[in-house]
């Protein structure tokens, strides 16, 4: 799981695993992306963006595209969710256009549109109610261990 920043980076482990096999990872059942709008860096970077892009990427087209999870997503993903904030303009077409992607490969992936700001998206889960009954949902449904557990928390 990751949030911002932190899910762009768990997105790149989750569309492309072999990395982090390569490192030493052992396989994870699953992944929450929580409000990333970076799944596509070479349309964000060929488009007017902010400037905290050009300080973590550069100028480099090549680099924009080995650090999209668009673009180096393989049929060999990690099923995951994707949390987008309704908003924030750019968080739910992205995360949309990714999972799309995703299911074109036959990858397990969906969105949940939350009513919340950024920050929230992060801060709310777990609390009580259906934006945290709803990722629990995803959770469970990859493998009944964790539908126990989570049953029984």
Same mark, same amino acid.
């Given at each position: 799981?990751? %949030?911002?920043?932190?899910?762009?980076?768990?997105?790149? @482990? +989750?569309?492309?695993? &072999?990395?982090?096999?390569?490192?030493?990872?052992? =396989?994870?059942?699953?992944?929450?992306?929580?409000?990333?709008?970076?799944?596509? #860096?070479?349309?964000? #970077? $060929?488009?007017?963006?902010?400037?905290?892009?050009?300080?973590?990427?550069?100028?480099? =087209?090549?680099?924009?595209?080995?650090?999209? =999870?668009? %673009?180096?997503?393989?049929?060999?993903?990690?099923?995951?969710?994707?949390?987008?904030?309704?908003? %924030?303009?750019?968080?739910? =077409?992205?995360?949309?256009?990714?999972?799309? $992607?995703?299911?074109?490969?036959?990858?397990?992936?969906?969105?949940?549109?939350?009513?919340?700001? %950024?920050? &929230?998206?992060?801060?709310?889960?777990?609390?009580?109610?259906?934006? +945290?009954?709803?990722?629990?949902?995803?959770?469970?449904? @990859? &493998? $009944?261990?964790?539908?126990?557990?989570? +049953?029984?928390?």
């Amino acid at each position: 799981m990751g %949030h911002s920043a932190g899910a762009h980076l768990v997105a790149l @482990l +989750t569309a492309s695993p &072999d990395m982090a096999f390569k490192l030493g990872a052992k =396989p994870w059942l699953g992944t929450i992306l929580l409000d990333s709008a970076a799944f596509d #860096m070479v349309r964000i #970077m $060929e488009a007017k963006h902010a400037h905290l892009y050009d300080v973590a990427f550069g100028k480099d =087209p090549a680099y924009w595209r080995a650090a999209s =999870p668009l %673009h180096i997503l393989s049929e060999t993903a990690i099923p995951f969710l994707a949390v987008c904030s309704t908003r %924030h303009a750019d968080s739910c =077409p992205w995360a949309a256009e990714f999972i799309t $992607e995703a299911e074109s490969l036959k990858v397990y992936a969906s969105v949940l549109q939350q009513d919340l700001s %950024h920050g &929230d998206i992060n801060q709310q889960l777990w609390l009580e109610g259906s934006y +945290t009954n709803a990722v629990e949902s995803f959770m469970g449904g @990859l &493998d $009944e261990s964790v539908m126990r557990r989570l +049953t029984n928390y």
